[in-house]
């Protein structure tokens, strides 16, 4: 990724060393890719389950959406093993609190009706079924605030994913200020378990410099200094911003049939991303 290699390098290290972390900063800057890219990078090694999680009046689609992560990064036998590790867990939790559990019905892998406890908790035990290190990425997590059960969902979180839980990774990103705030502070103090690291809004021009003659090269456009530098300058190295500039004026040398970026692309590559972060914005 573009100026973001130190940034993945070092939220990779921390997980390999089992500290949590938060990434945290504007929206469109790039937090999403960045933990790809370090799920990517820590494949070979971890078992990686990666989330986004769903608005929603309460947690019933992000139930849905792990176990089918968890589905898609195991075989069966393995995902099956792993449920029924936890089994007697939940019917012990259950019986402390006085509430009967029909045995058969825990053994079919159901995100409507299993508890949310136990469907948090099965990536990892997937994860100890193929002895490796858990990596769970939980993408926009900052929506669970508003769900109905969002004491139960993110309390869970903390207790489950904590420092003392061995061989597991939390990877957090979240981007709405006042909904983060709460997620992180009070009152469901997600930063127990989880501290910030943030992410830089502006990519340095330098870094832009260097990549983005390659990049129009790759699809046959030539481009001169002086271009490159207007397109740079128009956001600052904004990543969402200088990257919809590039689009557009790319865009533009192919209505034109040019086979370089001119003036005239520029102009109406800088407009197109003017326009991208309005409507984002909106």
Request: overall charge negative; hydrophobic content about 40%.
């Amino acid at each position: 990724m573009i100026g973001r290699d130190d940034a993945i390098d070092d939220i990779a290290a921390r997980l390999r060393e089992q500290l949590n972390v938060t990434i945290i900063g504007p929206r469109r800057i790039g937090k999403t890719s960045v933990g790809r890219a370090v799920c990517e990078e820590l494949t070979p090694t971890h078992f990686v389950v990666r989330v986004e999680v769903p608005e929603g009046p309460d947690s019933q689609q992000l139930r849905h959406r792990i176990v089918n992560a968890c589905n898609a990064g195991s075989v069966r036998d393995e995902l099956r093993r792993a449920w029924n590790t936890l089994i007697p867990s939940i019917k012990s939790a259950a019986g402390s609190e006085g509430v009967q559990v029909d045995l058969e019905t825990l053994r079919g892998i159901d995100p409507q009706t299993a508890p949310w406890r136990a469907i948090l908790e099965l990536p990892l035990a997937v994860a100890r079924e193929k002895r490796k290190p858990l990596l769970l990425f939980l993408d926009e997590l900052q929506r669970a605030v508003g769900y109905d059960d969002a004491t139960e969902v993110l309390g869970d979180l903390v207790d489950l994913y904590g420092p003392q839980t061995p061989d597991a990774g939390l990877l957090i990103d979240g981007s709405d200020e006042r909904a983060v705030d709460e997620l992180l502070g009070q009152p469901h103090h997600v930063s127990k378990i989880a501290p910030s690291r943030a992410l830089s809004p502006r990519i340095p021009i330098p870094a832009w410099r260097n990549v983005v003659p390659q990049r129009f090269t790759e699809l046959g456009l030539s481009i001169e200094g002086a271009m490159v530098e207007r397109l740079l300058a128009a956001f600052d190295g904004h990543p969402f911003g200088t990257a919809a500039a590039c689009e557009g004026a790319a865009l533009a040398a192919r209505r034109a049939k040019a086979d370089f970026i001119g003036e005239l692309e520029v102009i109406e590559g800088i407009a197109y991303g003017h326009r991208r972060m309005e409507e984002d914005d909106a």
